[in-house]
């Protein structure tokens, strides 16, 4: 499948967009940011210190009034003073509401994401995909029931889906022991990853509709090429002929849609970690959430940071699709000859 | 009309001895939001040992349906909504003796009435087919090589185990191809496969066939690729080797190549080829027997040397007329003119379906003509009542009696 003119379309169209190298170098940084997170944390992202909390990022100070009263005189007298509030160079993104470090927050959000958004586009894969390709290579009533079944989760908005159920379920989370932190090389981090598990499984069942789309077009126009109906002529089964010719040939289209449905599946956490649906803490919805109450009042960093860090990862990994999307394009790959 | 067709070509009434497939009455329609489509109208014909049966027509008469039909790959919306497709197979028809369903006559058994499992089990062991466009019947993501291995693969899971159609019709599971894509240089098709393949390709005048079975399909050209398509299609050692249009995509210095290797192979393994073609020149040069069809129908039917030297229907004659003459390189070629009738059902008149574009038609042909036998001995039988009377002017019906009907 990966051939060597596949991996030179990769080349040119990556050194023709500057918009693929951007992608990939944001791709491989979250990756590397997420994998290596206890290394590259400079807190434990679940250590209040309240003693230093809403500390702006390094290069903004705040001012803030503090309300102070004293006993004078027998007289309660309330003081107002305005304050200035220093950066820490130990927090570089500052620090939120209960102090805890908002950069390493961002490192070990960046964890939840991409488990979470891998995980979920995997899911929705194997789900999908395998409905759609029996679906387009049988046609016929096995491809009306499958599909009525896709278009009626089409139909609910995927949001109010996901709400419903894991409204339904409840919130598990599964603790992943942390290899790095169990190895003793960064004793100072959390000694486990929560990973919620309901959302991979919601996120991955709003989603798996897309795939099911796609391969069962690309089921569907495979099925009438000519050699599909030469390998049935000498014999082949039907599931030999899906997975010999039907699934290598459609695979393109599927990986393209799976790198921007990883995208869209990291989008949707955190919009489910935002309402509060998440089964972790440690994610960049949950953390907007809680900084949403102070933008108001001067700390827009604890909200605005991980807007960031999500805009980041879903343009990286945006950019990263459409190069892969250019390169593969069976348009430029050509089908060899006739086709 | 069963039994006024039986009289030219002997069907019906069970098949012969010699004949490997016997095919009767079989009719394959296509239920179209349009309506109903007749592609192929009761066509009853045989293939005997070591024969080449050409079919031939023009476009959309219903030729590629009718050797789709044959080997049960008729697509939705289309299904064969009648006939009979005896084979000869005396296993098959042991096995199935006892079964009420299956209907059995000596050493042939009725296709039609077997379980779909079976006729598939048989595609590839006992029929196998010749695509028109070599280059787009071999995946381009797979090497030629494998391709081939993986039908040598079929048959002999056939031989391994004749008896049970069960383990034939075993594909390839899940299991495996996970197998496959995590462990590398592990394949479907295993390494006596991989060896027979070389041989077929070596059998099929390929040069370097051991390193071109690592090919892919796009690094050959169209000719070497119906070569491989040949190979392939003998991997199943098959009894009937049906050859759709198998030489219409190559130029002609290959077709001529193409076709006597076809004619070779033929010889060397005894087995019966169908040739389906609209070029009467391969007709020629290659068989022994020649049905023409004409809207789905066959309108006549014999030997090569009768039908081609003797041609009774005015469409046989039509098609004849519009080769150019050697000898005569001046004279005009005569089209016939107008085309072949969309078969929609409910547009099918009652009638001789070629009378709108015949130039002898009459009023008789308002009628369907049955086959006729014009000579018993060259099996030479027609669908036209010129076979039986001459044609007289008088009767002829008016020029523009099918006004609309023929554009």
Redesign the interface.
């Known amino acids: 499948?990966v051939?060597a003119r596949v991996i030179r379309n990769l080349k040119k169209e990556f050194r023709n967009s500057a918009l693929a190298k951007i992608g990939l170098v944001l791709v491989i940084s979250i990756i590397l940011i997420a994998t290596f997170a206890p290394f590259v944390a400079t807190h434990d992202p679940t250590a209040q210190q309240l003693d230093q909390s809403q500390l702006p990022p390094i290069g903004f100070s705040e001012t803030a009034e503090r309300t102070s009263s004293q006993m004078v005189d027998g007289e309660i007298q309330t003081v107002t003073e305005t304050v200035e509030i220093t950066p820490d160079p130990d927090h570089v993104f500052g620090t939120d509401s209960l102090g805890r470090d908002m950069f390493s927050r961002i490192v070990y959000g960046a964890r939840t994401s991409l488990a979470v958004g891998v995980l979920g586009t995997l899911l929705a894969a194997a789900v999908g995909v395998p409905v759609g390709l029996l679906a387009g290579y049988h046609?016929?009533t096995v491809d009306d029931a499958l599909m009525r079944v896709a278009d009626v989760s089409l139909a609910f908005p995927s949001l109010v889906l996901a709400v419903a159920l894991i409204g339904l379920w409840g919130r598990a989370a599964m603790d992943v022991p942390d290899p790095f932190v169990v190895a003793g090389l960064a004793p100072e981090m959390p000694e486990s990853f929560v990973l919620p598990i309901t959302v991979v499984i919601v996120v991955g069942l709003v989603n798996w509709v897309w795939f099911a789309r796609v391969a069962r077009g690309e089921a569907l126009s495979l099925r009438g090429?000519?050699?599909v109906?030469?390998?049935?002529?000498?014999?082949?089964?039907?599931?030999?002929i899906i997975?010999?010719?039907v699934l290598?040939?459609a695979i393109t289209p599927i990986i393209v849609l799976g790198t921007v449905q990883v995208a869209a599946i990291i989008l949707l956490e955190s919009s489910l970690s935002f309402l509060g649906f998440s089964g972790t803490t440690l994610s960049w919805g949950f953390d907007i959430a809680q900084g949403r109450d102070y933008v108001s009042s001067g700390q827009w960093w604890i909200s605005s940071i991980p807007g960031f860090a999500i805009m980041l990862s879903v343009i990286g990994i945006n950019l990263l699709g459409d190069w892969l999307r250019d390169a593969l394009d069976p348009g430029i790959e050509g089908?060899?000859?006739?086709? | 009309m069963s039994e006024r067709l039986q009289a030219a070509s002997g069907a019906g009434r069970g098949p012969d001895a010699d004949d490997v497939l016997s095919v009767s009455n079989l009719s394959t329609r296509f239920f179209t939001e349009e309506g109903q489509i007749n592609a192929v109208e009761s066509v009853s014909f045989d293939i005997r040992d070591n024969e080449i049966l050409g079919i031939v027509g023009e476009s959309g008469s219903g030729k590629s349906v009718t050797s789709l039909s044959l080997i049960d790959l008729v697509e939705s919306p289309g299904r064969i909504t009648e006939g009979e497709v005896w084979y000869r197979n005396p296993e098959l028809a042991d096995e199935f003796r006892s079964n009420d369903a299956v209907s059995v006559d000596g050493d042939h058994i009725d296709l039609r009435t077997v379980p779909p499992r079976v006729r598939r089990s048989l595609r590839g062991p006992s029929f196998s087919t010749i695509f028109q466009d070599p280059m787009s019947s071999f995946n381009p993501s797979i090497t030629v090589g494998e391709q081939i291995a993986e039908a040598v693969e079929v048959q002999r899971r056939a031989t391994a185990n004749p008896r049970s159609t069960r383990s034939r019709t075993q594909g390839y599971g899940l299991g495996q191809y996970l197998l496959d894509g995590i462990v590398p240089g592990r394949g479907y098709t295993s390494e006596e496969s991989m060896d027979r393949a070389i041989e077929l390709l070596e059998q099929v005048g390929i040069p370097d066939p051991a390193d071109r079975v690592d090919e892919y399909p796009g690094q050959f050209s169209g000719g070497m690729l119906q070569r491989a398509m040949i190979a392939q299609a003998l991997a199943g050692e098959p009894d009937v080797l049906i050859a759709d249009e198998p030489t219409t995509a190559l130029d002609v210095t290959i077709q001529a190549q193409i076709l006597n290797l076809l004619r070779e192979v033929q010889e060397e393994r005894g087995m019966s080829i169908i040739l389906i073609t609209h070029d009467l020149g391969v007709i020629a040069e290659m068989c022994d027997r020649v049905c023409v069809m004409y809207a789905g129908e066959i309108v006549e039917r014999g030997t090569l040397s009768a039908v081609f030297d003797d041609p009774v229907h005015p469409y046989t004659q039509g098609l004849l007329g519009s080769i150019p003459d050697l000898e005569d390189p001046r004279s005009r070629l005569q089209p016939i003119d107008g085309n072949v009738p969309g078969l929609l059902d409910s547009e099918m008149d009652d009638r001789c379906y070629f009378a709108d574009r015949c130039p002898k038609a009459m009023q008789s042909c308002l009628e369907k003509p049955d086959e006729i036998v014009v000579d018993a001995e060259a099996e030479h039988g027609a669908k036209c009542v010129l076979a039986e009377r001459s044609y007289d002017p008088d009767e002829a019906l008016p020029a523009d009696y099918f006004g609309g009907d023929s554009e």
């Open positions: 499948m051939s046609r016929g090429q000519e050699y109906k030469a390998s049935r002529a000498l014999g082949a089964s039907d599931n030999t997975l010999r010719h290598p040939n089908e060899g000859g006739a086709a």
